[in-house]
């Protein structure tokens, strides 16, 4: 029992996870099905199923319109399920512990909220009073999906945001007065001029407070200048000086104060938040290292038996030779225990990404060895090897794309042979499985096939009677080819990785602006949902109010909340900025009240300005940590180890069955390396084995694992896909990690306030 919960700590240090859960055996075991992948799994299906009934639901998406009893019944199985979920929560969960987490109260208050909506809906439905039923908790959808134990790095950067915004409302609160300023400058400059009109719409210019006020924010964003400018500059342009003015200041000023604000602040409540992290993975290491620990000399320890127990539970489904290379990662004196010093690094080191490789013969040099061992074989496999090949493949993508962009069509079966040869060659230097390690190998084999079903679709066109849609999507994925220009480029090649790194932190971020979607969209749809026709042959969409207006002559109406999709791109549309006044002005016409205009300032303010710039922020800091090419200390032990061991991709494989007091292992004939190109070099011997056979425990002689055939390691060479590892990496340097240490309890690290950043001086050390 003590491995079991020994691992069970272990497990959650390495995933950041802060459960509490009795520790009696069976209590602990319902705590790990808690957190297996497949009730996890069932209970993001049936989250998604809720948010997803939204497209089934009045106002629905045209065509896939179903009764409102069944979506009901789809929802109160999803009900079910979440709270089966807190309810298996709650059987583990130690005292009041269940009742004191806030998120739990949340999801059981949702519960009840949507339940009582759904009741009221039936009732009024049933009642004959239809025009009056809404389902209102439909916006309150997002909070299981953020509240739920698996949406952990969503609601941590929700609970950042919430924190984050009163450390910011004092500019706020001075950028809207100094808004408010100049609407009421403006409003006594040229109140006074009736002959001013708008250009887009002929309308008022500047005579209304509320309106001047709301035309000027709009100009923060510039999606109205210069029209907002024009009128007065064709009058005197003079005028102009006082627009620049106002730019400058609420615009080039005002925003990059509230930017450097909100970055601030919010990267102050996050370095908290990872903060506690670290404290509460110390503790559960802590907690697991009182389970293992055994006395050696008056120092509590823990034995390689131990280890290797313990990681039979921790790593049930990796190898024992890994198993043994995290060890001697640990163990650098080869002394056969570890304190709990060292012991506490065990998280940071499971979270270095290693991968098994086992080293398989080339499929033709198997059944055929003479033909791939032959000299040309040989031979044609340097070529393939050499740079000058890829070399010349970078030179026909470019030709090809000089076809392409002036429809030379007469080379396309030439330019698809030979990158077709391109691949086949490939295959048959480096094997199936090599050749599909590389995501880019991978993609040229697809847009290489999508090319060639392109050229004979469009070929036999008038034969097969496709659809010009059908024909489009083809020669799409054709144009794709010219992506291969990107994967030959190492510098591009860099970038892309970086970014592929940092996709799972920038998921959470996506996630967060999906909620505010969501709960728009939503709100949205219940306030002009079918009052709007998208219908592009529907004169002033099919709403008397907007005729005449710039909404209706930019052919606007498909921008609408008709359907949980078109009210995304609509969203999508106001969070670009670009003409979204003149969105706003429609459904403020069709609502006959400028209040609607609250909808969308709203929208702007926490989507735009809030969660953008955070989004932004975040993205610069994890893209320069990333680019940085900066490695983790037991990247660099782990990368060493590997070496030493013999167990790096391309060394020669060790020798089998022996004895570990006769272990010897051979040096690695090259670096570790991850691109397909080898560079030998000469192999040494060292008997580093022998001296740790002799350091270890007795029992351990005949227990330390013996590397198999073939079996090799590869390290991941650049950044980490877990979001948790991004974020310690991003404040490692700021947070304290000395073992020895004295951690706060429990309840000291859940009340831990953020500490105030402190700018270092600018000097040539420190900014080069």
Same mark, same amino acid.
């Given at each position: 029992?003590?491995?079991?919960?020994?691992?069970?700590?272990?497990?959650?240090?390495?995933?950041?996870?802060?459960?509490?859960?009795?520790?009696?055996?069976?209590?602990?075991?319902?705590?790990?099905?808690?957190?297996?992948?497949?009730?996890?799994?069932?209970?993001?299906?049936?989250?998604?199923?809720?948010?997803?009934?939204?497209?089934?639901?009045?106002?629905?998406?045209?065509?896939?319109?179903?009764?409102?009893?069944?979506?009901?019944?789809?929802?109160?199985?999803?009900?079910?399920?979440?709270?089966?979920?807190?309810?298996?929560?709650?059987?583990?969960?130690?005292?009041?512990?269940?009742?004191?987490?806030?998120?739990?109260?949340?999801?059981?208050?949702?519960?009840?909220?949507?339940?009582?909506?759904?009741?009221?809906?039936?009732?009024?439905?049933?009642?004959?009073?239809?025009?009056?039923?809404?389902?209102?908790?439909?916006?309150?959808?997002?909070?299981?999906?953020?509240?739920?134990?698996?949406?952990?790095?969503?609601?941590?950067?929700?609970?950042?945001?919430?924190?984050?915004?009163?450390?910011?409302?004092?500019?706020?609160?001075?950028?809207?007065?100094?808004?408010?300023?100049?609407?009421? +400058? &403006?409003?006594?400059?040229?109140?006074? $001029?009736?002959? !001013? =009109?708008?250009?887009?719409?002929? %309308?008022? /210019?500047? #005579?209304?407070?509320?309106?001047?006020?709301?035309?000027?924010?709009?100009?923060?964003?510039?999606?109205?200048?210069?029209?907002?400018?024009?009128?007065?500059?064709?009058?005197?342009?003079?005028?102009?000086?006082?627009?620049?003015?106002?730019?400058?200041?609420?615009?080039?000023?005002?925003?990059?104060?509230? +930017? &450097?604000?909100?970055?601030?602040?919010? $990267?102050?409540? !996050? =370095?908290?938040?990872?903060?506690? %992290?670290? /404290?509460? #993975?110390?503790?559960?290491?802590?907690?697991?290292?009182?389970?293992?620990?055994?006395?050696?000399?008056?120092?509590?320890?823990?034995?390689?038996?131990?280890?290797?127990?313990?990681?039979?539970?921790?790593?049930?489904?990796?190898?024992?030779?890994?198993?043994?290379?995290?060890?001697?990662?640990?163990?650098?004196?080869?002394?056969?225990?570890?304190?709990?010093?060292?012991? !506490?690094?065990?998280?940071?080191?499971?979270?270095?990404?290693?991968?098994?490789?086992?080293?398989?013969?080339?499929?033709?040099?198997?059944?055929?060895?003479?033909?791939?061992?032959?000299?040309?074989?040989?031979?044609?496999?340097?070529?393939?090897?050499?740079?000058?090949?890829?070399?010349?493949?970078?030179?026909?993508?470019?030709?090809?794309?000089?076809?392409?962009?002036?429809?030379?069509?007469?080379?396309?079966?030439?330019?698809?042979?030979?990158?077709?040869?391109?691949?086949?060659?490939?295959?048959?230097?480096?094997?199936?499985?090599?050749?599909?390690?590389?995501?880019?190998?991978?993609?040229?084999?697809?847009?290489?096939?999508?090319?060639?079903?392109?050229?004979?679709?469009?070929?036999?066109?008038?034969?097969?009677?496709?659809?010009?849609?059908?024909?489009?999507?083809?020669?799409?994925?054709?144009?794709?080819?010219?992506?291969?220009?990107?994967?030959?480029?190492?510098?591009?090649?860099?970038?892309?990785?970086?970014?592929?790194?940092?996709?799972?932190?920038?998921?959470?971020?996506?996630?967060?602006?999906?909620?505010?979607?969501?709960?728009?969209?939503?709100?949205?749809?219940?306030?002009?949902?079918?009052?709007?026709?998208?219908?592009?042959?529907?004169?002033?969409?099919?709403?008397?109010?907007?005729?005449?207006?710039?909404?209706?002559?930019?052919?606007?109406?498909?921008?609408?909340?008709?359907?949980?999709?078109?009210?995304?791109?609509?969203?999508?549309?106001?969070?670009?900025?670009?003409?979204?006044?003149?969105?706003?002005?429609?459904?403020?016409?069709?609502?006959?009240?400028?209040?609607?205009?609250?909808?969308?300032?709203?929208?702007?303010?926490?989507?735009?300005?809030?969660?953008?710039?955070?989004?932004?922020?975040?993205?610069?800091?994890?893209?320069?940590?990333?680019?940085?090419?900066?490695?983790?200390?037991?990247?660099?032990?782990?990368?060493?180890?590997?070496?030493?061991?013999?167990?790096?991709?391309?060394?020669?494989?060790?020798?089998?069955?022996?004895?570990?007091?006769?272990?010897?292992?051979?040096?690695?004939?090259?670096?570790?390396?991850?691109?397909?190109?080898?560079?030998?070099?000469?192999?040494?011997?060292?008997?580093?084995?022998?001296?740790?056979?002799?350091?270890?425990?007795?029992?351990?002689?005949?227990?330390?694992?013996?590397?198999?055939?073939?079996?090799?390691?590869?390290?991941?060479?650049?950044?980490?896909?877990?979001?948790?590892?991004?974020?310690?990496?991003?404040?490692?340097?700021?947070?304290?990690?000395?073992?020895?240490?004295?951690?706060?309890?429990?309840?000291?690290?859940?009340?831990?306030?953020?500490?105030?950043?402190?700018?270092?001086?600018?000097?040539?050390?420190?900014?080069?």
């Amino acid at each position: 029992m003590k491995l079991y919960l020994a691992a069970t700590y272990i497990t959650d240090a390495r995933y950041g996870r802060n459960g509490k859960f009795k520790t009696e055996e069976n209590y602990v075991r319902l705590y790990n099905l808690y957190n297996h992948w497949i009730p996890r799994l069932v209970t993001y299906f049936f989250i998604l199923l809720l948010l997803a009934l939204a497209l089934f639901e009045k106002p629905a998406v045209p065509g896939i319109e179903v009764e409102y009893w069944v979506t009901m019944l789809m929802e109160v199985m999803c009900l079910i399920v979440i709270g089966s979920r807190l309810f298996h929560m709650k059987l583990y969960s130690p005292g009041i512990s269940f009742y004191a987490d806030k998120k739990n109260l949340v999801v059981m208050a949702t519960i009840v909220v949507v339940v009582i909506d759904m009741i009221s809906y039936i009732a009024l439905v049933n009642s004959g009073q239809s025009m009056y039923a809404y389902r209102w908790s439909r916006p309150l959808r997002p909070m299981f999906l953020v509240n739920m134990t698996e949406g952990r790095q969503i609601r941590r950067a929700f609970r950042n945001i919430r924190r984050t915004l009163p450390d910011i409302l004092n500019v706020l609160v001075l950028f809207f007065l100094s808004i408010a300023l100049f609407a009421l +400058l &403006a409003l006594k400059i040229f109140e006074r $001029r009736p002959e !001013l =009109k708008l250009y887009s719409d002929n %309308s008022e /210019y500047f #005579k209304q407070y509320l309106n001047s006020y709301f035309q000027l924010y709009v100009l923060v964003t510039t999606a109205n200048s210069p029209d907002i400018m024009m009128p007065a500059f064709d009058s005197n342009k003079w005028f102009s000086l006082f627009f620049i003015v106002y730019v400058v200041v609420c615009l080039y000023l005002f925003m990059s104060i509230i +930017l &450097a604000v909100i970055y601030k602040n919010y $990267r102050r409540h !996050l =370095k908290n938040e990872i903060k506690k %992290s670290v /404290y509460i #993975k110390r503790v559960k290491m802590i907690r697991a290292f009182d389970e293992l620990k055994e006395d050696r000399e008056g120092t509590p320890v823990v034995l390689e038996k131990t280890w290797y127990a313990v990681m039979k539970e921790v790593l049930p489904d990796r190898n024992q030779v890994y198993h043994s290379l995290l060890w001697q990662v640990l163990d650098k004196e080869n002394v056969g225990y570890i304190d709990r010093t060292v012991f !506490l690094q065990v998280a940071d080191l499971l979270n270095v990404e290693v991968s098994e490789v086992r080293n398989q013969k080339h499929l033709i040099e198997k059944y055929w060895p003479h033909v791939y061992n032959s000299a040309v074989s040989i031979a044609v496999r340097q070529v393939v090897m050499h740079r000058f090949f890829r070399y010349f493949f970078d030179f026909a993508i470019v030709l090809n794309a000089f076809f392409i962009g002036f429809n030379l069509d007469e080379a396309e079966w030439f330019f698809l042979s030979v990158f077709t040869c391109e691949i086949l060659l490939k295959l048959y230097t480096y094997g199936f499985r090599e050749f599909c390690r590389r995501l880019w190998n991978i993609f040229d084999f697809i847009v290489i096939l999508a090319a060639f079903i392109a050229t004979i679709v469009e070929a036999a066109m008038e034969e097969l009677q496709y659809s010009r849609e059908t024909l489009d999507v083809l020669l799409v994925l054709r144009v794709l080819r010219l992506l291969k220009i990107v994967g030959s480029i190492d510098r591009f090649k860099i970038i892309i990785g970086t970014l592929t790194n940092i996709a799972p932190s920038m998921f959470t971020y996506g996630g967060v602006l999906f909620v505010f979607y969501y709960m728009f969209a939503i709100i949205g749809m219940e306030i002009w949902g079918t009052k709007m026709s998208g219908d592009v042959n529907v004169t002033f969409c099919n709403d008397k109010a907007l005729i005449g207006s710039e909404f209706a002559r930019d052919h606007y109406c498909n921008n609408n909340f008709n359907d949980i999709l078109t009210s995304f791109v609509l969203l999508f549309e106001l969070m670009v900025v670009n003409q979204w006044h003149v969105l706003t002005s429609g459904f403020v016409a069709i609502s006959h009240t400028d209040a609607a205009r609250l909808y969308f300032v709203a929208f702007h303010l926490l989507v735009v300005i809030v969660v953008l710039n955070i989004f932004l922020a975040f993205i610069l800091e994890a893209f320069m940590l990333e680019y940085s090419l900066s490695t983790g200390k037991f990247f660099t032990a782990v990368e060493e180890k590997i070496k030493e061991m013999g167990l790096g991709v391309s060394m020669k494989p060790l020798q089998e069955q022996l004895p570990v007091d006769h272990v010897q292992i051979e040096a690695p004939q090259s670096v570790l390396v991850d691109n397909i190109e080898v560079h030998p070099g000469a192999a040494t011997t060292a008997d580093s084995e022998v001296t740790e056979a002799e350091n270890v425990v007795p029992e351990m002689k005949e227990r330390r694992p013996r590397a198999e055939t073939g079996l090799r390691f590869r390290i991941s060479r650049r950044g980490s896909k877990k979001t948790e590892v991004l974020l310690q990496r991003m404040f490692e340097s700021e947070l304290l990690h000395e073992a020895n240490q004295d951690l706060p309890t429990e309840n000291e690290i859940e009340e831990l306030e953020p500490e105030e950043i402190q700018p270092r001086p600018l000097t040539l050390d420190n900014v080069t």
